[in-house]
């Protein structure tokens, strides 16, 4: 998913993306760690859209807050 994707998205759909990518991520690390992982660029891919979605809910609750 690219990065405008994600700044569009609400707080809400931002955890529920934030799990989803938890998720995934955790199911690579295993096939990563048993070799059963045919790319590994996924892996890192998966990584990077977690921080990106982590720094945007980071933004939002920031912004709500009043702090910036």
């Known amino acids: 998913m690219e ?3 994600l700044r569009q998205m609400s707080p809400a ?3 529920v993306k934030e799990a989803e990518t938890r ?5 690579l690390r295993l096939k990563l760690k048993t070799n059963q992982l045919d790319n590994a660029s996924n892996y890192r891919k998966a990584r990077k859209e977690l921080a990106w979605v982590m ?3 980071a933004q939002a609750t920031n912004a709500g807050a009043g702090k910036v």
């Open 23 to 27: 998720e995934d991520l955790f199911r």
């Open 3 to 5: 990065l405008d994707e």
């Open 13 to 15: 759909d931002l955890r």
């Open 55 to 57: 720094t945007l809910l």
